[in-house]
């Protein structure tokens, strides 16, 4: 079981990926604006973080690294409604396991989301 942080302010997409990730058995928490998520990612212990590019109150791609400043180093994939290739590749560059489009962030959730807690098991 992982403890993902969900920060993104289409609260439909939070909650059918809550329900997906809670029946896979994972353990969701939700946030809703940018600075909402850093907290909770300070305060908490996460294994994974799903973050939006467009926030109401910034841009998630230019707060990765206040996500990785959390206590517990968590693993970042990207959700974006706007597909972008330079995006892509600067989140990738900052340390981000995906960059996944919104329209099949449930269908294409599954390998990336396998793979960055495999990495992060095997880092431990």
Known sequence: MAAILIVDDDTMLVEMLTTHLERAGHQATMAFTLSSGV????????????????????????????????????????????????????????????YLEKPHVLRDLLLPLTRALQYREEKK
């Not at 305060?43 to 109150?57: A, E, H, K, T």
């Not at 791609?61 to 517990?72: D, H, K, R």
């Open 39 to 98: 907290e909770q990612a300070r305060n908490g212990v996460f294994d994974l973080i799903l973050l939006d590019v467009q926030l109401p109150d910034g841009n998630g791609l230019n707060a990765i690294p206040y996500f990785f400043e959390a206590v517990s180093r968590p693993e970042i994939i990207i959700m974006t409604g706007s597909g972008d290739p330079d995006g892509a590749k600067m989140a990738i560059r900052y340390g981000a396991w995906s």
